[in-house]
């Protein structure tokens, strides 16, 4: 049985794939990927961020993401949107100008409130926040911050509520799995969400790893945020290695890929995994990570690698 089929069968709603634009001329590729019994899920990994949809203040471009939205609609796949506050790929108006809080307020709700709209009832979830912690447990000093201090988060998640009121908002951050100092941030950030009453449905957890190095805290950390009363998703899974690639390191990331689902498919409020991209051939890691590489479940070539069996006996056994 294919990846999506075992995950429903595990109880989860979906196992998905991150995809991006230039990707789609690639017919070979986009066959696995339209293929819904392997991935139930898609996220655009570019084309819904600030850069892309709104270039120039008040201008916004929804073609790409269009695109990825509508594939998913006709393959019959969920989508998670991606993403509407990251103090990364922001087009230079957005950072550009000394704003007073106030009109970067605006700018925050009407960025947010015209992206979520657009796609509204098209959304399973939403990254309405991305990133918004150092590995130390302290806020970002992005712009957002820096102007705005943390009350940008309840613009955000207010905004994408009004926006769409069925889509699960979400914020999403990398390193949970690892630093506890992190995890701690997020659960005080959920907690002093809640208690102010702003939206605030789920945890994305990015899950970009290293082989051999899948924390074993792993699972209790999702549990310890399904603890909130807000559901987990894994957003971004990928499990990276030196290259080159050797049979035992791809035993070991077949190994690790299986602890990684298993832990969602043991806690309930795991809703499902999303990897980022299926394929080495399109990873984001070797041009981040000199050297490193090889991420993915399948390999370059599109042939499954022994991760996909991994990611198959983890929501099986
Ligand atoms: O759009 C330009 C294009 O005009 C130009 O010709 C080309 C030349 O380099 O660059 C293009 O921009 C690239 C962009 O992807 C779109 O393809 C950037 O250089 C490149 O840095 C950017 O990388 C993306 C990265 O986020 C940026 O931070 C990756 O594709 C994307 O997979 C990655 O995704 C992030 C998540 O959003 C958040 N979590 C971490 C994850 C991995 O970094």
């Given amino acids: 049985a294919k990846l999506n089929t075992v995950a429903k069968l595990a109880g989860k709603k979906y196992f998905g794939s991150a995809t991006d634009n230039p990707e789609l001329t690639d017919t070979a590729y986009v066959a696995i990927l339209d293929d819904n019994t392997e991935f139930g899920q898609l996220t655009p990994g570019n084309s819904m961020k600030w850069d892309a949809t709104e270039p120039t203040q008040g201008t916004f471009t929804f073609t790409n993401g269009d695109t990825i939205a509508n594939l998913a609609k ?14 990364n790929q922001l087009p230079s108006w957005v950072t550009a100008t000394n704003w007073t809080a106030a009109q970067l307020s605006s700018i925050v709700s009407t960025h947010c409130g015209t992206l979520v709209g657009h796609y509204k009832g098209q959304v399973y979830s939403w990254d309405v926040i991305n990133e918004p912690f150092n590995d130390d447990g302290t806020w970002r000093t992005d712009i957002f911050y820096n102007t705005l201090g943390t009350s940008y988060v309840s613009i955000a998640l207010q905004a994408a509520r009004a926006a769409d009121p069925n889509a699960k908002l979400y914020v999403n951050e990398y390193n949970l799995e690892s630093s506890s100092a992190k995890a701690t941030a997020m659960v005080n950030l959920v907690k002093s969400l809640q208690a ?122």
């Fill in 74 to 87: 006709a393959n019959g796949q969920l989508l998670r949107g991606h993403n509407c506050v990251w103090y």
């Fill in 196 to 317: 102010a009453g702003v939206p605030i449905d789920g945890i994305g957890i990015q899950g970009h790893l290293i082989v051999g190095e899948v924390p074993s805290t792993f699972q209790s950390t999702l549990s310890q945020f399904t603890a909130l009363g807000v559901e987990v998703a894994i957003t971004e899974l990928d499990i990276r290695m030196t290259l080159p690639s050797t049979p035992a390191l791809l035993a070991q990331q077949k190994t690790d890929y299986q602890t990684v689902i298993a832990a969602c498919k043991a806690v309930a409020g795991c809703v499902g995994v999303t990897i980022w991209d299926y394929t080495d051939k399109y990873s984001w890691v070797p041009s981040t990570f000199s050297g490193q590489g090889a991420a993915c479940p399948w390999d370059a070539n599109l042939v499954r690698k022994p991760a996909y069996d991994g990611i198959a006996l983890g929501w099986t056994t």
